[in-house]
C-alpha cells in the first residue's frame, strides 16, 4: 500500500499530506509540516481519519498528488527521512557507540574551525584566506567525509579495495544529500552551503569544488596550497554534518545537548530544502477511539503494524 502526497494550506498553513487506505477500512491524513525538517503531526487529533466510501484518487478533489516510494510503514535501514523521529529512530540501527564516536568527530572538526576564527573573521572578503591551519583543518574534514562515504558504499554492496568519487557519488540521490542547507549563522554575515547540490557523475570530483580544493592541496601543496580556503573548510565541515543527519538524523545533532550539539548549534543551522516528498517515511496508523459520548474526543493514532526496515539498494 503506497500514499498519495500532496500540498494543502489548512487555516493559513502550508503541508505536505500522505493520503492512503489502511487495512482497517480507514483512509488516513498525516500533515507534514514545512519546517526544517517537515516533522509529522501524530498527537491527538492532528491525524484526520475517514471512510473508504470512493477511490482514493478520486477523495482529493482534483489536487495534483505524487505517489510514495516507499509503502506505508516502510523505511531504509540508514537512511533518515521526515516520518521518524523522537522512539522511532531507533529503527535507523543505530549503534550507541558509533554515534559518539560520529559526535566526538564532528566535534574536534568545529574546535578545529573555533581555533582559526580567533585568528580570521569569517567575512566575505576572509573567506578566500587560506594557511597551515585551514590546510589541516580540510584534509581532516574531507577525509572524515570520504569514511562516511565509504561506509554507505559497503552497505550498498561495493567491496572494491579502491574507491573514488566515482563510486561516492551514487551515495547523492540513495542518501538526498542535495537536499540538505548547511547555514553558518555565527556572525552577521551569515553563509548558506548546499554542500552536495551540484555533485554529478560526470564530473565527481571538480563539481565538489571544496572536495576538488583538498585533493589538490593534499597531493600538491607547492602549486595548490591556495585552495585550503576559510570557505572550502566552513563547506566540508557542512558536508560532514549533513553526513550526520543522513545517518542519525538531524534530531540527534540539533536537539541533543552534549558539547558537540551545541557546538554545532552555536556555528550553523540545518534543514531540508525543496526535498523529494515522495520519499518521506510514512507511519502505518490506524485509529483509536479514546472517548465517547459526553465524553468525545478526537481520535488519537495508534500503529496499525510495526515499521518495516528495508535494507539500502
Known amino acids: 500500500m503506497k500514499a498519495?502526497?500532496?500540498e494543502e494550506n489548512k487555516n493559513g498553513r502550508d503541508y505536505i499530506c500522505a493520503k492512503f487506505d489502511n487495512n482497517s477500512n480507514e483512509r488516513v491524513t498525516?500533515?507534514?509540516?514545512?519546517?526544517?525538517?517537515?516533522?509529522?503531526?501524530?498527537?491527538?487529533?492532528?491525524?484526520?481519519?475517514?471512510?473508504?466510501?470512493?477511490?482514493?484518487?478520486?477523495?482529493?478533489?482534483?489536487?495534483?498528488?505524487?505517489?510514495?516510494?516507499?509503502?506505508?510503514?516502510?523505511?531504509?535501514?540508514?537512511?533518515?527521512r521526515p516520518g521518524i523521529f523522537g522512539r522511532d529512530l531507533d529503527l535507523l540501527k543505530i549503534d550507541i557507540g558509533e554515534?559518539?564516536?560520529?559526535?566526538?568527530?564532528?566535534?574536534?572538526?568545529?574546535?578545529?574551525?573555533?581555533?582559526?576564527?580567533?585568528?580570521?573573521?569569517?567575512s566575505e572578503e576572509c573567506l578566500k584566506v587560506y594557511g597551515h591551519k585551514t590546510r589541516e583543518l580540510l584534509i581532516l574534514a574531507c577525509t572524515e567525509c570520504e569514511s562516511l562515504w565509504t561506509d554507505?558504499?559497503?552497505?550498498?554492496?561495493?567491496?572494491?579495495?579502491f574507491l573514488t568519487t566515482r563510486d561516492y557519488v551514487k551515495l547523492k540521490d540513495k542518501l538526498f544529500l542535495k537536499e540538505y542547507v548547511i547555514k553558518f549563522t555565527n556572525h552577521p554575515m551569515q553563509f548558506?552551503?548546499?554542500?552536495?547540490?551540484?555533485?554529478?557523475?560526470?564530473?565527481?570530483?571538480?563539481?565538489?569544488?571544496?572536495?576538488?580544493?583538498?585533493?589538490?592541496?593534499k597531493h600538491n601543496k607547492k602549486d595548490y596550497f591556495s585552495e585550503a580556503t576559510l570557505e572550502n573548510c566552513l563547506k566540508?565541515?557542512?558536508?560532514?554534518?549533513?553526513?550526520?543527519c543522513v545517518r542519525y538524523s538531524p534530531f540527534a545533532l540539533i536537539n541533543a545537548h552534549d558539547i558537540c550539539s551545541n557546538l554545532v548549534?552555536?556555528?550553523?543551522?540545518?534543514?531540508?530544502?525543496?526535498?523529494?516528498?515522495?520519499?518521506?517515511y510514512i507511519p502505518p496508523l490506524k485509529s483509536y477511539q479514546i472517548a465517547s459520548g459526553a465524553f468525545s474526543a478526537p481520535a488519537d493514532s495508534v500503529w496499525e503494524r510495526e515499521w518495516n526496515i528495508k535494507p539500502l539498494t
Open 152 to 161: 554507505y558504499i559497503r552497505l550498498l554492496g561495493n567491496t572494491n579495495q
Open 30 to 80: 498525516i500533515l507534514y509540516g514545512k519546517g526544517n525538517f517537515y516533522q509529522p503531526y501524530l498527537g491527538l487529533g492532528d491525524v484526520e481519519y475517514g471512510s473508504q466510501d470512493c477511490p482514493l484518487e478520486e477523495s482529493l478533489g482534483g489536487k495534483t498528488y505524487k505517489t510514495s516510494v516507499n509503502e506505508v510503514g516502510d523505511i531504509v535501514n540508514h537512511v533518515w
Open 192 to 217: 548558506e552551503f548546499q554542500p552536495f547540490v551540484d555533485w554529478d557523475e560526470e564530473h565527481s570530483t571538480t563539481s565538489l569544488p571544496w572536495y576538488d580544493g583538498y585533493n589538490k592541496t
Open 4 to 6: 498519495y502526497l500532496y
Open 236 to 244: 566540508a565541515i557542512a558536508a560532514n554534518i549533513v553526513m550526520f
Open 99 to 122: 554515534k559518539a564516536r560520529a559526535k566526538r568527530e564532528l566535534k574536534i572538526l568545529i574546535e578545529s574551525l573555533h581555533e582559526i576564527l580567533m585568528y580570521i573573521e569569517p
Open 265 to 280: 548549534n552555536e556555528y550553523f543551522s540545518v534543514e531540508l530544502k525543496d526535498p523529494d516528498i515522495t520519499s518521506f
